[in-house]
């Protein structure tokens, strides 16, 4: 990441940890971090596409490259506390307009990648540093909906599902009994995807994401995790 996006998420957290002490001594201890969670996400991607020759397919001259830019969305999850600890799955979902500029091969011919959305399902770990403050880790699976395209792949390539792995971690403050405020960081490594050449063999492309977003959501008092705790 840049200095800028390191910039923005030292901001990010020192203001949601400062809407967390002030909402601690309005609520005066009233929090409800169990539940499960709807709100929405917006922050500043990087997406790095990169993409390779194998079996016999034409070399390329100049490579796929990475875009940045400001992205959006949506999440859902649930949570159940134990003492401080809060557990908890999250699922986010980003729209942007990242694209990968062109690829060139030997031959001429170009293809290019364009991410429509991506999707994390993650699990949640945190600590109540507050009352109202939860710093936490995340971590799970990815996918994302790629376009690859281009005169130099057979049948001009298509829309693919990238998988990948990502992790992270942020902070999440209370400013009500059922609001929340969240800024955080996550790395996503997409896994290669094939792509057949019009020449033959074939185009490895991949994709690796990092993103700092800032959320907005709330909290309601119920979440399939309560059936744990009525055992």
């Given at each position: 990441?840049?200095?800028?996006?390191?910039?923005?998420?030292?901001?990010?957290?020192?203001?949601?940890?400062?809407?967390?002490?002030?909402?601690?001594?309005?609520?005066?201890?009233?929090?409800?971090?169990?539940?499960?969670?709807?709100?929405?996400?917006?922050?500043?991607?990087?997406?790095?596409y990169g993409a390779n020759a194998f079996a016999g397919a034409?070399?390329?001259?100049?490579?796929?490259?990475?875009?940045?830019?400001?992205?959006?969305?949506?999440?859902?999850?649930?949570?159940?506390?134990?003492?401080?600890?809060?557990?908890?799955?999250?699922?986010?979902?980003?729209?942007?307009?990242?694209?990968?500029?062109?690829?060139?091969?030997?031959?001429?011919?170009?293809?290019?990648?364009?991410?429509?959305?991506?999707?994390?399902?993650?699990?949640?770990?945190?600590?109540?540093?507050?009352?109202?403050?939860?710093?936490?880790?995340?971590?799970?699976?990815?996918?994302?909906?790629?376009?690859?395209?281009?005169?130099?792949?057979?049948?001009?390539?298509?829309d693919e599902r990238f998988f990948g792995w990502t992790y992270?971690?942020?902070?999440?403050?209370?400013?009500?009994?059922?609001?929340?405020?969240?800024?955080?960081?996550?790395?996503t490594d997409y896994d290669d995807e094939n792509y057949r050449?019009?020449?033959?063999?074939?185009?490895?492309?991949?994709?690796?994401?990092?993103?700092?977003?800032?959320?907005?959501?709330?909290?309601?008092?119920?979440?399939?995790?309560?059936?744990?705790?009525?055992?």
């Open positions: 990441m840049t200095h800028a996006k390191h910039g923005i998420l030292a901001v990010g957290v020192a203001a949601v940890l400062t809407i967390g002490i002030a909402g601690g001594a309005q609520a005066q201890g009233r929090t409800a971090w169990e539940g499960t969670h709807f709100g929405g996400h917006i922050g500043w991607a990087d997406s790095d034409p070399g390329l001259t100049t490579n796929l490259g990475g875009s940045d830019g400001f992205a959006g969305g949506f999440l859902y999850g649930a949570s159940w506390q134990s003492n401080n600890w809060v557990l908890g799955t999250d699922s986010v979902w980003t729209f942007s307009d990242a694209n990968s500029g062109t690829a060139t091969t030997t031959a001429g011919l170009t293809f290019s990648a364009d991410t429509n959305y991506t999707t994390e399902t993650r699990g949640r770990l945190g600590y109540l540093v507050l009352p109202d403050v939860l710093v936490f880790g995340a971590a799970g699976i990815a996918f994302a909906d790629v376009d690859v395209k281009g005169a130099a792949l057979a049948g001009g390539g298509g992270g971690a942020g902070i999440e403050a209370m400013f009500s009994d059922r609001w929340f405020a969240r800024v955080e960081y996550a790395h050449a019009i020449a033959g063999g074939i185009h490895k492309v991949d994709l690796d994401t990092d993103a700092v977003r800032a959320a907005i959501g709330y909290r309601f008092d119920w979440s399939p995790l309560d059936m744990l705790s009525a055992r």
